[in-house]
Structures are given as C-alpha cells and as structure tokens.
C-alpha cells in the first residue's frame, strides 16, 4: 500500500526567510503533485512532477523529485504573507488514484 | 472554459438519512475521482469513475457509492448517515485516467448533525 509522509506538519517562518517541505513516498509512482489549500477552499494544483530529477519553479516556490529516493521536495525563498496556506503532496498509484500527505500548514508572519 | 462543479456547496443532515453530491467536470474530461477530507483523516481517496463504470476504490463502507453518467457528470451517495461522516467532499476532474492533470472542484461541506 502506498504510503506518504509530509514534514513538517506546522511551519511558522518570517517573511524573506527560506523553507523546504518535504515529502518521501513508499512505492515507485511516475507522477508526483503539489497542492496548495486555502482555509475552506479547495485545492489548487501547483506542481506535477514525472520524472527523476524534475524541477519546476513558479515564483517564490521550486518543485524538485529524486524517484530514487522517492522524495519530493516544495522549497520557498523569500516568503511572503500570500504564501500561508496548506501545501499537499500527493502521489500517483493506480490510475488516477492519489494518496496525499498529511499536508503542511504554512504561516507567514511579518 | 468552465472548471469543476460541485452542488451542492453546503449540506447540513441528519443522522440516519442519506444524501447525495453531485460534480460536473470540465468539458471533455471523462474520469471522475471522488475524495473525503476530514481533519483526522485527511484526504482520503473514495472512488474513480470512468466511463460510466467504476475503475478503482478506497477503503470506504459500502454506505458510500458512486455512479457517472453518459455525460461524465458523477454523483456519489452516502446512506445511513453517521456523525464521522462530516467531511470536505471533493470531486477531482481528469481527461482520463492516468493522465498527469487533476483539477478540483470546490467541494461539498457535508455536516452531519
């Protein structure tokens, strides 16, 4: 059964600071993606990942997977009070089917 | 282009009796994924419809069921309604199955009481 793991769960940082999530998953997926969540909405999709050493960046927040190590991980530079949300990742297994991670509840304080 | 719809948006019902969710995908996407998202459980994978028949399912009660239509407009049904029930219900729209792209709806509110 496919497994994944988010950390942190919280994390607070100031603004202009850097921070990276991350996300291992137990078994071989060919897609790996981002979502953010604002408080009672719904998900936004941010990233897809497909291949081994994929980097995507869009503004202050850079995308990477190493398949091999069946890690992902979400990188912010310089945040920015826009950037508090919940950032998900979520792994590909059969089909269509997603399993996501627990989620990280981004806050940004000035 | 339109994106995901779902209807309703918020649902207040009681123990016992059963309800049902409806969500609309983006013009010409065929697959349908169901998912349930509670605080103590997060997001948890329901079921996928495509073409009108069901392709993969979670680990869920036989409470919960789903069906699609010829138009790719899915419905899923919840009977016998349970207080744990109470969740966030979104509907993730694909062109087909195994594609790379999965846009959410805004979800369903469903409060049990």
């Known amino acids: 059964e496919l497994k994944v793991e988010q950390n942190p769960l919280f994390l607070s940082m100031q603004e202009g600071k850097n921070y990276t999530i991350y996300c291992n998953y137990s078994?071989?997926?060919?897609?790996l993606y981002w979502y953010r969540q604002d408080p009672g909405k719904s998900l936004e999709s941010l990233f897809v990942?497909?291949?081994?050493?994929a980097v995507k960046q869009e503004g202050r927040l850079m995308a990477s997977l190493d398949t091999k190590a069946r890690l992902s991980t979400l990188h912010i530079t310089a945040a920015v009070h826009d950037l508090s949300a919940t950032y998900f990742c979520?792994?590909?297994?059969?089909?269509?089917?997603?399993?996501f991670g627990t989620g990280t509840r981004l806050q940004v304080t000035l | 282009k339109a994106g995901v719809t779902q209807t309703p948006r918020y649902l207040i019902k009681t123990r016992g009796q059963q309800v049902t969710l409806s969500c609309s995908p983006i013009?010409?996407?065929?697959?349908v994924s169901w998912y349930q998202q509670t605080p103590g459980q997060g997001l948890q994978f329901l079921f996928e419809?495509?073409?009108?028949?069901?392709?993969n399912k979670g680990n869920f009660p036989g409470r919960f069921s789903g069906r699609q239509f010829s138009n790719s407009r899915s419905e899923m049904n919840v009977s016998t309604l349970e207080l744990g029930d109470s969740a966030l219900y979104l509907c993730?729209?694909?062109?087909?199955?195994?594609?790379?792209?999965?846009?959410f709806g805004q979800g369903t509110r469903l409060t049990v009481v």
């Open positions: 990942l497909l291949s081994n050493g």
């Open positions: 013009s010409g996407h065929r697959s």
């Open positions: 979520a792994v590909a297994g059969t089909a269509s089917k997603l399993t």
């Open positions: 078994t071989t997926s060919d897609r």
């Open positions: 993730a729209s694909s062109l087909v199955m195994g594609t790379t792209e999965a846009f």
């Open positions: 419809y495509f073409s009108e028949t069901q392709r």
